[in-house]
């Protein structure tokens, strides 16, 4: 599943592109498959907090379906 920015809320943007930043990375050194669960998690979670704050709750039901697919309960 991928996040689409919104290319006209810069903080929303810039913070979805950090989020991936880091997935990408905790990824790439990833062991095991828990700890590319736990990426995306932090990812996912990161997103859906910047939606709240900076993206007038647009894509938080794309984020929550995300988590729920991973195992969470949102």
Same mark, same amino acid.
């Given at each position: 599943?991928? @996040? +689409? =920015? %919104? /290319? %006209?809320n =810069? ?9 991936? /930043?880091? #997935?990408?990375?905790?990824?790439? $050194? ?5 700890? $590319? #669960? %736990?990426?995306?998690? @932090?990812?996912? #979670?990161? $997103?859906?907090?910047?939606? +709240? ?5 647009? *894509? +938080? ?9 991973? *195992? @969470?309960? $949102?």
């Open positions: 599943m991928s @996040v +689409i =920015k %919104t /290319g %006209t =810069k903080a929303h943007d810039d913070a979805i592109s950090l989020a991936e /930043g880091v #997935r990408q990375q905790s990824t790439a $050194v990833a062991t095991s498959q828990s700890a $590319v #669960r %736990t990426a995306d998690l @932090v990812f996912y #979670r990161a $997103v859906r907090a910047s939606c +709240i704050a900076n993206n007038n709750s647009a *894509g +938080i039901e794309q984020c929550n379906n995300a988590l729920r697919e991973l *195992g @969470v309960w $949102v």
